[in-house]
């Protein structure tokens, strides 16, 4: 399997519901490095999995919503807990859109899967991983 990963990052505020998340209740800041890569059997014509400027690109436009905004003011996330898990998911589907698109260079049909990490710290992290076509 052939992978090309891209790193963005962003910076939002938000709270949780429920007493599980302690004081993270409380309205506070996360900076997340988002790491995408795009994974496939083969390498197309140009030796590529996809055009790593289009997916920087295609990463920098998923995020730009969700970057220095307060999460918990978006519509799109009313009454949602917006976890390092549910925030990969979230990003995952819009990146795959991108990707059903051609937005990537490539026909989503050759691109086995795509995963999205979302890094909080050196030591913690979580990721969505799952075919796009």
């Known amino acids: 399997m052939f992978a090309v990963e891209v790193r963005d990052h962003i910076?939002?505020?938000?709270s949780f519901r429920g007493a599980v998340f302690?004081?993270?209740q409380r309205l506070h800041?996360?900076?997340?490095v988002v790491d995408a890569a795009f994974y496939s059997r083969e390498l197309d014509q140009q030796g590529l999995v996809v055009d790593i400027g289009l997916a920087t690109e295609a990463l920098r436009t998923v995020l730009a919503p969700l970057n220095?905004?307060?999460?918990?003011t978006l519509p799109e996330f009313a009454g949602i807990n917006?976890?390092?898990?549910f925030l990969a998911?979230?990003?995952?589907r819009l990146l795959a859109e991108q990707c059903?698109?051609?937005g990537l260079g490539r026909p989503a049909a050759e691109i086995a899967s795509l995963r999205v990490k979302l890094s909080e710290s050196h030591l913690a992290r979580a990721w969505y991983e799952a075919?796009?076509?």
């Open 100 to 102: 059903r698109g051609a």
């Open 29 to 32: 800041g996360a900076t997340f």
């Open 89 to 92: 998911a979230h990003i995952h």
């Open 11 to 14: 910076m939002v505020a938000h």
């Open 22 to 24: 302690g004081p993270a």
């Open 82 to 85: 917006t976890t390092t898990e």
């Open 68 to 72: 220095y905004r307060d999460l918990d």
């Open 131 to 133: 075919p796009i076509a």
